[in-house]
Antibody, heavy 128, light 107 residues
C-alpha cells in the first residue's frame, strides 16, 4: 500500500525555523517527483514546492510566497522528503501535506505531472 | 500565475441529484487539470486527472470534461459519501494552482 506520513509540525514563533519530514512507503520513492502542499485554517489548498528525482538532477521549484525561505530536500536511501522552513511568518500557519507526483503526459511544450497520493498532513502554527 | 475559478462556491443538493461543478482557467491549460475531493480533517483524494481520466478505484459516478479554459466535474447520482469539498488544480505551468473549492452540502 502506498503511504506517506508527515511529521515535525509544531508551534513556533515568528522568525523561527522548523523542519518537516515525510516518510514514504509502498512505492519506489526514488523514481518520483514529490510535492509539498499546504492548507491554512479554513482555507483552500496552496502548492508550496516540488523536488524532482535523481534523473532530473533533484531540481526544485517553489511558490513565490515561500521562495528564499523554504527548502525542499530528499534522501532516497531513507525514502524520505523534507521541508526546511526558515523565517516563518504567521501566514505560514497551515496543515502541510506531502504528495507523490505522477507523470501525466507530454506535448510540444514539455512534460506534465500531477499529485496522486497525499499524506494525512502535519500542523504548523506560527504564533507568538 | 494561472488563476483557477470554481463555481459555485457552495452547492446544496440531495442524495440522487446530478451535480456539476465548473472550473475556469485564466488562460488555456489544454487538458492538464486534476480534480480532488477533500473531507473535513482529511487529506485530498485524487478523482480525475488529465481533465477526464478517472483515477483507479474512484467510483464511475464521477466524471470530468473540458479543455482549454473551461472544465466540469459531474457526479451523476450524489451519494451520502460525496458530501465534501472539491478542488480543481491546473498542472499546465508553474506555479501549479488550485481553485478555491466547491463545498457540496446536504440540502
Amino acid at each position: 500500500e502506498v503511504q506517506l506520513v508527515e511529521s515535525g509540525g509544531d508551534l513556533v514563533q515568528p522568525g523561527g525555523s522548523l523542519r518537516l519530514s515525510c516518510a514514504a512507503s509502498g512505492f519506489t520513492f526514488s523514481d518520483h517527483y514529490m510535492d509539498w502542499v499546504r492548507q491554512a485554517p479554513g482555507k483552500g489548498l496552496e502548492w508550496v514546492g516540488r523536488t524532482r528525482n535523481k534523473a532530473n538532477s533533484y531540481t526544485t521549484e517553489y511558490a513565490a510566497s515561500v521562495k528564499g525561505r523554504f527548502t525542499i530536500s530528499r534522501d532516497d536511501s531513507k525514502n524520505s522528503l523534507y521541508l526546511q522552513m526558515n523565517s516563518l511568518k504567521t501566514e505560514d500557519t497551515a496543515v502541510y501535506y506531502c504528495a507523490r507526483v505522477r507523470y501525466s503526459g507530454y506535448d510540444y511544450r514539455g512534460y506534465y505531472y500531477y499529485m496522486d497520493v497525499w499524506g494525512k498532513g502535519t500542523t504548523v502554527t506560527v504564533s507568538s | 500565475d494561472i488563476q483557477m475559478t470554481q463555481s459555485p462556491s457552495t452547492l446544496s443538493a440531495s442524495v440522487g441529484d446530478r451535480v456539476t461543478i465548473t472550473c475556469r482557467a485564466s488562460q488555456s491549460i489544454s487538458s492538464w487539470l486534476a480534480w480532488y475531493q477533500q473531507k473535513p480533517g482529511k487529506a485530498p483524494k485524487l478523482l480525475i486527472y488529465k481533465a477526464s481520466s478517472l483515477e483507479s478505484g474512484v467510483q464511475s459516478r464521477f466524471s470530468g470534461s473540458g479543455s482549454g479554459t473551461e472544465f466540469t466535474l459531474t457526479i451523476s447520482s450524489l451519494q451520502p459519501d460525496d458530501f465534501a469539498t472539491y478542488y480543481c488544480q491546473q498542472y499546465n505551468s508553474y506555479s501549479w494552482t488550485f481553485g478555491q473549492g466547491t463545498k457540496v452540502e446536504i440540502k
